[in-house]
């Protein structure tokens, strides 16, 4: 996962980025020549943008660039990754370097996750 600052992420109006609230449901979406799509943490209790990345992902095959942006806290960053985003923005204030010492904690996982959908123990079989 990538991990930017507020200040290097920049909100682009383009066809091939789309902004998403957080209340909208990806069915509706056409997403031809989309690139990137920006989902929305507008508090860090707000966690519907994860179910929104792992429906992007799973069920309607984006490929393309999922980046959160609003509230993001470097303990969602693994749960994030887990659920299909590629890039986080920090909030002002957050130190990167913290934030990229979350993924050295974990050395795996038992469950599937959206990025790789089979579980550990199919992994060793």
């Avoid at 902004?19 to 929305?40: C, E, S």
């Avoid at 660039?65 to 659920?83: P, S």
């Amino acid at each position: 996962m990538n991990i930017i600052s507020a200040q290097e992420h920049q909100a682009v109006e383009s066809p091939t980025v789309i902004t998403l609230a957080n209340d909208v449901d990806p069915h509706t979406l056409n997403l031809v020549g989309v690139t990137r799509i920006d989902l929305q943490f507008p508090k860090f209790t707000d966690g519907r943008a994860y179910s929104q990345a792992f429906l992007l992902r799973r069920r309607l095959g984006f490929a393309g660039e999922l980046r959160a942006t609003g509230d993001v806290l470097i303990d969602q960053l693994v749960q994030m990754q887990r659920t299909g985003f590629d890039v986080a923005v920090l909030r002002e204030g957050v130190d990167a370097s913290a934030a990229q010492r979350q993924f050295e904690r974990f050395a795996g996982f038992y469950q599937g996750s959206a990025v790789s959908t089979q579980p550990q123990f199919a992994k060793v079989a």
